[in-house]
Structure formats: structure tokens, C-alpha cells
């Protein structure tokens, strides 16, 4: 397997940006939230409150659990009313129950963090919880604490959003360019970056015009059209694109001098310096062919996902799929009920005809799975590897075959004309990789 070098593969995904006019609104506050103290991709967090406690808009109310975690506040006004087993994705955690009192009255105490230094700026980051939020919710103070061992000379905001159907990144660059400023003027401050590139697929063209225009009299910072395909978005896809650096396996971005932040998660940054509000909520697109009225609406983090639906007119019909996120990464919603999480960008949900899977067919060899795959991988060899009984040997090939790299981006999926399930398949292989080496380490202690 060798990484790009020259041109880094891509493919051209429908759109379907069909919410990007549309400015963001604000839901009033549901019922009720229900709020996963592990929604960031570290450890959980650990509930400081109790069942019938009061508490406001921004409070702590869970703080963080260990490596990688972030504090959780409370994101409506009301009363605690339970705290209760909850499994998101997979990983089970408690999640904190809260009945709102629909007045969404904020925490007196909150106000915006006053620094001075490296080790207060990226406490008061934590103390924002804000998480990556493209979907990896990965801590940015953990992405920002890189700078302790290397200098990050540029950073590159994330505005691609090439996945279809989602334009909350548009918007909040359309919206709030003032909080992204805040963001790129703290760190220039605490890590002394000194080169801001935002990246913004060509799709895109206001948003492009409006930054530029908004930082014309700053030269630390660079607007760059990006070509609309997918996934521009992707780090390393990004990162060659914007800057012709490649990233190797294993290696951290960090030690090319680069760092890549969201733009929206800049945004939060910027925002909690500015007026103090932790990350208690999300401006999310919400789309599909399902949904009565499509829009980008912004809701209470943990607002059950009926409820959004409701404020979007209802369902037109009866959904055969709901995803959160996007279309080509996004994750299956098999509850209503479900929350919105920190890094839920997106909630679609589409009707029968346009969710159908068409049949699998035998692999007819063409190669076009390895072509379009940005890191050009072969998910044919994955799934070959798949299909041995000897885990041993299945862990050798994908292992060999360096399946880890593999970024889930659908891409092969996408392209391949037997309809075979390669994407579920790489998921599948990665984590079965994951839990052998887990065992194998276990076993050799």
C-alpha cells in the first residue's frame, strides 16, 4: 500500500445542499433532554448531580472522567429526573436526565474565562467541552495540548463539509465569522500559530466571499476554494490538498506543524471566550426525503431526535432509514427517541425508495473500489481477509494490508458496481483488528 503522492483519489457525490440558504433557527426548548456522558471519543464523564436537583443552562452537571474527556453541562433549565444506563454506539455509559422547565434560564456564574497563559487557555477549553464537531468529537483542548510538543505554525480550518445534504458549517461561516475570529485570535495568543488557512469546497461560493471579505485586513489568514469532491473534508485529504503535506501511518499532524480544527468547533471556542456559554447546543441540518421541512434548526444538546422532527413539520412518511450525519459516514438512528449529541451535525431520514440496498452481486475484479479510495487501500483484500476462519491469519492480511488507515468515508462503496457492502465490511475488519490486538496485548501481559 502506498499514500498518494501526487493526486489523492476522490469522487463526485450528488450535493444535495438543498438547506444552504437557509439561515439558522432556534427550537424552543423540548420537554425534556437526555444527555450521554460519553458523547466525546474519550472517557466518559462523571455525574455531579443527583436525581431532583435544579439546575440552569451551562451548569456542570457531569465533569470530566479521565483521559480524552470533557465536562457535560446542563442544557436546559429544570429538574434532574434521572440518571440512568445508556448505550451510544456501542459503549455504555450513563446518560442524565432532565425535565425542562421551558424557561432555558442560564447559569448566573457563567462568563466568559479570563487567561494568561498556555495552561489556562486549554483548562478554560475544557472547561468549554467543546469536542471536534465534523463528527470525530474528539477534546480540542487535547488537539490544542499538541502545541507542548511541537510548535504549530498553521492551522487548517475544516469548512469543507463535503458529505451531501449538511450546510451547518456553511452557516455558521455565513452567521458567526465574528466567533470564528475570536477563535483564530486566541491562538494566535496561546499557541502562537502563525498561518490560518480555511478550507472551503467551491460550493460554496458566499461563504467563501463573506470570509474573505471578513478577514481582507488580516494576512495570517487565508480563504482557499477547495474543489467539490469527496471527501475534501477528510484530514488527509485536507491536509495534501491545502498544504501538499502527506501524513504517514501513524503519524500525528501535529509533528508536520499542522493542526486541523472544525470550523464550527473553532466557532464554540471562539464563542465561550466571548460570552461564556459552554457547549450546551447545535445548529444541525436537518433533510431527507422524509422530512416535511427541511431546515438548519438549533436545539438543546440531548433534545430527542422526534422532537426535531416535529419542529421540521413531521415526517412526510414513515422512515425507512434515519442517519446522524451524513449520508456517506453517518450512523443509523434505530430510536426516535435517541438524543442529539455534541457532534451530531445532521439528522436525516429518508423514505423507502430512497433507502432501498440494492442486491450484492459476486466482485467482477474491476478495481475501481482501490482507485477511488483516497488512501489507496483495497477493501476487496479486506474483505477476502474477512472471510478466513483463522483469525490469525485474517489479522496477518489485514493487518499487512494496513486496514486501521482505513477513514470509513464510503468511497468504495460509493463506486462499486456489484453493490457489495465494502464500507460495513471495513468496519467490521477494523474492529475485529482492534479487538485482537486488544487480546493479544491482554494475553502477553
Not at 351 to 374: L, N, T
Amino acid at each position: 500500500m502506498a499514500l498518494f503522492t501526487k493526486k489523492i483519489s476522490a469522487v463526485k457525490v450528488p450535493h444535495h445542499k438543498n438547506t444552504a440558504a437557509l439561515a439558522s433557527v432556534v427550537a424552543p426548548p423540548p420537554p425534556e433532554v437526555l444527555i450521554p456522558t460519553n458523547m466525546q471519543s474519550g472517557d466518559a464523564c462523571v455525574p455531579v448531580v443527583s436525581v431532583g436537583d435544579t439546575v440552569k443552562v451551562g451548569q456542570v452537571i457531569a465533569k470530566a472522567g479521565g483521559r480524552n474527556s470533557v465536562p457535560l453541562h446542563a442544557t436546559v433549565s429544570g429538574t434532574v429526573t434521572a440518571i440512568e444506563p445508556y448505550k451510544l454506539t456501542g459503549r455504555a455509559a450513563e446518560a442524565i436526565r432532565i425535565q425542562s422547565d421551558g424557561k432555558m434560564e442560564r447559569d448566573p456564574n457563567l462568563a466568559p474565562p479570563v487567561v494568561s497563559d498556555l495552561d489556562g487557555f486549554l483548562q478554560a477549553v475544557n472547561d468549554s467541552g467543546v469536542v471536534g464537531l465534523g463528527g470525530a468529537a474528539f477534546p480540542v483542548w487535547a488537539k490544542l495540548d499538541a502545541i507542548r510538543k511541537n510548535p504549530i505554525p498553521t492551522v487548517l480550518v475544516n469548512g469543507a463539509e463535503c458529505e451531501p445534504f449538511i450546510t451547518s458549517d456553511h452557516r455558521m461561516m455565513l452567521e458567526h465569522a465574528d466567533w470564528i475570529k475570536k477563535g483564530i485570535e486566541l491562538l494566535k495568543e496561546y499557541l502562537h500559530s502563525e498561518e490560518f488557512i480555511i478550507g472551503i469546497e467551491k460550493n460554496k461560493p458566499d461563504a467563501i466571499e463573506h470570509l474573505t471579505q471578513f478577514f481582507a485586513e488580516d494576512n495570517t489568514v487565508r480563504v482557499m476554494p477547495l474543489e467539490s469532491v469527496y471527501p475534501q473534508g477528510a484530514k488527509q485529504v485536507l491536509l495534501y490538498n491545502a498544504t501538499g503535506k502527506v501524513v504517514g501511518p501513524g503519524q500525528r499532524l501535529a509533528s508536520l506543524g499542522v493542526i486541523i480544527i472544525n470550523v464550527t468547533s473553532l466557532a464554540m471556542v471562539g464563542r465561550y471566550f466571548t460570552d461564556g456559554t459552554p457547549l450546551v447546543s447545535r445548529s444541525i441540518t436537518v433533510d431527507g426525503s422524509a422530512v416535511s421541512e427541511p431546515k438548519n434548526i438549533e436545539f438543546p444538546i440531548g433534545t430527542p431526535i422526534s422532537y426535531v422532527f416535529e419542529q421540521c413539520g413531521g415526517l412526510k412518511n414513515s422512515p425507512r432509514k434515519i442517519i446522524y450525519g451524513g449520508a456517506m459516514m453517518g450512523k443509523t438512528v434505530t430510536d426516535l427517541n435517541a438524543p442529539v449529541l455534541k457532534a451530531t451535525n445532521a439528522i436525516l431520514a429518508f423514505g423507502e425508495e430512497d433507502s432501498k440496498k440494492k442486491p450484492a452481486a459476486p466482485c467482477i475484479h474491476c478495481g475501481r473500489c482501490v482507485e477511488a479510495c483516497p488512501l489507496n487501500l483495497n477493501p476487496t483484500e479486506f474483505s477476502h481477509a474477512m472471510e478466513i476462519d483463522d483469525e490469525d491469519r485474517r489479522a496477518e492480511i489485514l493487518t499487512r494490508e494496513q486496514v486501521s488507515l482505513c477513514m470509513e468515508c464510503g468511497c468504495c462503496s460509493f463506486v462499486c458496481p456489484a453493490h457489495r457492502p465494502l464500507a460495513e465490511n471495513n468496519t467490521a475488519a477494523r474492529g475485529f483488528i482492534r479487538k485482537y490486538n486488544a487480546a493479544k496485548k491482554e494475553g502477553g501481559k
